[in-house]
């Protein structure tokens, strides 16, 4: 257990559809990045939130947005589904200024998108 | 920018056997690390070892160990007497420079079958 949790583990929606997921770091990690892995893009990365300020943005779409609130919990919204959003979304997150910056990944949220 | 090799798809070990997994990356940073996880069927991203790149010793944590090779830009995974448990994907990652590059790239992942 990595100590990272997301909600909910899966989720079946439509297209066109709008959907949040959630996630809590670990204790004490002010980072919380957002990935996404498909089978033809494998593993990518979306967004970095460090405090509640965002710090970095990857491959995400614009109908995709994210927050992280005064607590450090996040949110990933993915809005106008399309088939293709179908992927394992991870949220990771990390400890700040000790060198290692490991990431420790949640257990994922699994979207399908019908 | 980032990017990482992997250029084996899938492989077969004997239980108790080691194998070693390939992984070569390219960046114009002086300073970054190097990283691999596990990921089960079940989906999960399990951190395994840690590789900085100014690191002169090789990590190792327990039965994984990271051939570092600087100048060859590599950094392969070795799993040690490996068990039926290891049957997972596994992906070799790299984070840039700490003060401007905290994401991870990754590689196109690498598939272990442990027979017994």
């Known amino acids: 257990d990595s100590g990272v949790t997301q909600t909910p583990k899966h989720l079946i929606t439509a297209t066109g559809q709008r959907v949040t997921l959630r996630c809590s770091p670990r204790?004490?990690?002010?980072?919380v990045y957002w990935y996404q892995q498909s089978l033809d893009q494998g593993l990518q990365f979306l967004i970095q939130?460090?405090?509640?300020?965002?710090?970095a943005k990857g491959n995400i779409l614009e109908r995709f947005s994210a927050q992280q609130f005064p607590d450090l919990h996040s949110e990933l919204n993915l809005s106008s589904l399309e088939l293709g959003d179908s992927a394992l979304y991870f949220c990771a997150s990390s400890v700040e200024g000790q060198g290692v910056y490991t990431q420790y990944f949640g257990p994922g949220t699994r979207l399908t998108v019908l | 920018a980032q990017k990482i090799t992997q250029t084996q798809p899938g492989m077969f070990v004997q239980e108790k056997e080691a194998v070693t997994l390939d992984c070569t990356y390219d960046t114009s940073d002086q300073s970054y690390g190097l990283f691999w996880y596990k990921q089960p069927s079940s989906g999960e991203m399990i951190f395994l070892i840690y590789?900085?790149?100014?690191?002169?010793q090789n990590a190792t944590e327990g039965r994984y160990s990271l051939n570092f090779q600087k100048a060859r830009k590599s950094a392969n995974l070795v799993i040690s007497a490996s068990q039926l448990g290891d049957s997972a994907m596994y992906f070799c990652a790299m984070r840039g420079a700490p003060s401007n590059d905290y994401k991870l790239s990754f590689g196109a992942g690498t598939t272990v079958t442990v027979r017994a």
């Open positions: 590789q900085g790149s100014y690191d002169e």
């Open positions: 939130y460090y405090n509640g300020e965002e710090r």
């Open positions: 204790s004490g990690d002010l980072s």
